[in-house]
């Protein structure tokens, strides 16, 4: 049984010790690699520094359990994904859009579990005591700005989900303090999230920096990858002012993240095609890369492994379940010849570099066979690309059960789509095209004339942005709310036209007439919840 807002049996304060104690960890390390410690009592907690930031690491390791969430409801609802021969009967519901409020994935619990210890840290973290070479003014409000940017993050997750949720900001220390809410309307939630993303834009800073053994301070360039910067809140606000379909300041976000100057728009490495290097994006370990902007990281070696190579492998020794399957409409966006052969010259008709062996790949276990009859998403699998053939060539891929890839939550080339987005949107469609085309240049595209703004109307760019949107972030959870975002900028038909494309011919009159109305693009509040809470009353 889940109660609104706390699932835990112990008090809030004694979880957030336990928890990020045992995420403690050296400057050099990963931000949420684990080391054993012992359990601290909740009225000795927040003493000094290193418990202030102890209570930090354990809110943003709350996004770990997030990360299948993100990729089950962001893909499988969509047009890129489908149900692989694994998948149980909920993830069938949400692929046919008839999702039962038994479904395992209408729980909401673990987006209220990181916004809980998101309010924890904002309300709390004033009684850590301040001196200015541990734990100096700017630092506790760089602190709160990363707090309220999780905040943000979750309650807008929780918004695109299910519409009107229950709204607090009041932390629940004790099972015995839970109240349960009714649903606030959500576009005061949405309010609340712009204001606390304003905050946290001032408070954070452009990039992490980390104590030295001397005690001097330097730039660690994995930790602003693995926490919010200034950048990170851009990215964040761009999607909100797009999604409430206000563009000016959606175009002003974008143009506020590219005034950081924190992010180089080039590939990592060189070769002698400029595509060369985009799934090193993906590939594990790697720190040293331009591309990355937010991401969470997980460690085989301390056991905090994602769910993802379960979901995507089919591979049952490298403990692949095959719940998830790139669609049929995804592969031939990026190979239009699949399954009958897969270009690597064409470009103008062929994605060399995010297509076959990039993106998605043949089915195990060599992963490189051209028509394989059951093709992979292969982001989270491999550690290289894979090269088609016709004969079998022993693939790049992770280690059975090492699912320990870091999941990118924002990244540049979704930076730049947003912003093509909002600039189209404001009626600066040359703009657009030019972010369009700097996404499709790098990832050795051929990129569109300038003529498109001009011969193209706003709605036909937006079709180019939301396709290079699928074949840029396929598969890493955006693809379901991309579509909805658009629908929601007055083109429903969108949204239901790339449902129905997916779908087999027997399901289709079920969704047009079920997709018509938007309330149905919403998850069901989960039955326990309606059981538990008596203010919540179902869609």
């Known amino acids: 049984m889940m109660k609104t807002f706390f699932n835990k049996r112990l008090t809030f304060a004694t979880i957030v010790v336990?928890?990020?104690?045992?995420?403690?960890?050296s400057s050099c390390k990963k931000f949420l690699d684990v080391k054993p410690t012992d359990v601290t009592r909740a009225q000795d907690f927040?003493?000094?520094?290193?418990?202030?930031?102890?209570?930090?690491r354990g809110t943003y390791e709350e996004l770990q359990p997030l990360v299948d969430y993100m990729f089950v409801l962001g893909e499988v609802q969509a047009d890129w994904a489908k149900p692989g021969t694994g998948a149980d009967s909920d993830i069938v519901q949400l692929a046919e859009h008839r999702v039962k409020p038994t479904n395992r994935y209408t729980n909401w619990g673990p987006y209220y579990d990181?916004?809980?210890?998101a309010n924890y840290l904002i309300k709390?973290?004033?009684?850590?005591?301040?001196d200015q070479n541990n734990f100096s003014l700017f630092m506790m409000n760089q602190y709160i700005g990363e707090a309220k940017y999780l905040r943000a993050f979750a309650y807008f997750h929780l918004i695109r989900n299910w519409g009107d949720v229950p709204f607090t900001t009041t932390p629940v220390d004790d099972i015995s303090k839970v109240s349960y809410l009714s649903v606030t309307p959500q576009n005061t939630i949405l309010d609340s999230i712009e204001n606390d993303l304003t905050q946290a834009f001032t408070n954070t800073d452009f990039a992490i920096n980390v104590f030295n053994e001397d005690g001097t301070l330097r730039q660690s360039n994995e930790q602003t990858r693995h926490r919010v910067c200034k950048g990170t809140v851009c990215a964040l606000q761009a999607e909100v002012y797009l999604w409430r379909n206000k563009y000016a300041q959606a175009n002003a976000a974008c143009q506020a993240w590219f005034n950081t100057g924190q992010y180089p728009f080039i590939l990592n490495g060189s070769g002698p095609t400029i595509?060369?290097?985009?799934?090193?994006?993906?590939?594990?370990?790697?720190?040293?890369?331009?591309?990355?902007?937010f991401m969470v990281n997980f460690s085989y070696a301390t056991r905090e492994t994602s769910t993802l190579m379960a979901l995507t492998s089919n591979d049952p020794a490298s403990g692949g379940k095959y719940v998830v399957a790139p669609s049929d409409v995804a592969i031939k966006a990026y190979n239009p010849n699949w399954p009958n052969s897969v270009s690597v010259t064409n470009t103008a008709t062929d994605d060399a570099y995010r297509g076959f062996g990039g993106t998605y790949a043949g089915g195990a276990p060599s992963y490189n066979r051209v028509g394989s009859p059951n093709p992979v998403i292969w982001k989270y699998l491999g550690t290289g690309k894979v090269a088609p053939a016709t004969i079998d060539v022993p693939p790049p891929v992770r280690l059975p059960y090492r699912s320990e890839g870091d999941f990118h939550i924002t990244r540049q080339g979704d930076m730049y789509l947003l912003w093509a987005e909002a600039l189209n949107r404001v009626g600066d469609k040359s703009n657009a095209i030019s972010k369009l085309n700097a996404v499709r240049g790098r990832a050795g595209m051929p990129t569109y004339p300038s003529t498109t703004a001009t011969t193209s109307t706003n709605d036909q760019i937006e079709d180019l942005i939301l396709k290079e949107r699928g074949l840029e972030l396929g598969y890493e959870g955006h693809r379901w709310y991309d579509l909805m975002r658009v629908a929601r900028h007055g083109r429903p038909r969108v949204l239901i036209d790339a449902v129905e494309n997916r779908a087999p011919a027997s399901l289709k009159p079920y969704l047009e007439s079920t997709l018509t109305d938007p309330n149905k693009w919403l998850l069901p509040y989960n039955a326990n919840e309606l059981q538990l809470n008596p203010n919540l009353k179902q869609h």
């Open 18 to 25: 336990v928890s990020v104690l045992v995420t403690a960890i």
């Open 114 to 117: 990181l916004i809980n210890r």
């Open 124 to 130: 709390n973290i004033y009684r850590v005591p301040r």
């Open 46 to 56: 927040l003493g000094d520094y290193w418990d202030a930031q102890y209570m930090l």
């Open 275 to 293: 595509g060369d290097h985009w799934f090193d994006i993906f590939t594990l370990g790697n720190q040293l890369f331009n591309e990355p902007m």
